[in-house]
């Protein structure tokens, strides 16, 4: 499966972004889907995933209550809808795949990634 990330951009402190992962190839319903991101000098690390169905999500605490992650199997895409942005969330933002019913927070559990899109959050 091939993962195309878009929507980054540069926004403000307390806006807001919408991400987009647009996947082809098999059949997407069967992935569960995760958002990641790596900031310059840091490791990368979870943020979000979302079950092959759409149920079953989970957010790391940084981002909970803030960001919302959701599927449209139909379309073939997931979306991470980030709100309340602070300069801590700038980074590249990833999503990626893994075949199964439910995500995973280690980024090795994922077989295919998109090439990321930068959010850049200015104070």
């Known amino acids: 499966v091939q993962l195309v990330e878009s929507g980054g951009g540069l926004v403000q402190a307390g806006g807001s972004l919408r991400l987009s992962c647009a996947a082809s190839?098999?059949?997407?319903?069967?992935?569960?889907m995760g958002w990641f991101r790596q900031a310059p000098g840091k490791e990368r690390e979870f943020v979000a995933g979302i079950s092959w169905s759409g149920r079953n999500t989970y957010y790391a605490d940084s981002v909970k209550g803030r960001f919302t992650i959701s599927r449209d199997n139909a379309k073939n895409t997931v979306f991470l809808q980030m709100n309340s942005l602070k300069s801590e969330d700038t980074a590249v933002y990833c999503c990626?795949?893994?075949?199964?019913?439910?995500?995973?927070?280690?980024?090795?559990?994922?077989?295919?990634w998109g090439q990321g899109t930068q959010v850049t959050v200015s104070s």
């Open positions: 190839g098999r059949t997407f319903s069967i992935y569960a």
């Open positions: 990626a795949a893994r075949q199964g019913s439910m995500y995973s927070t280690r980024g090795s559990d994922y077989g295919y």
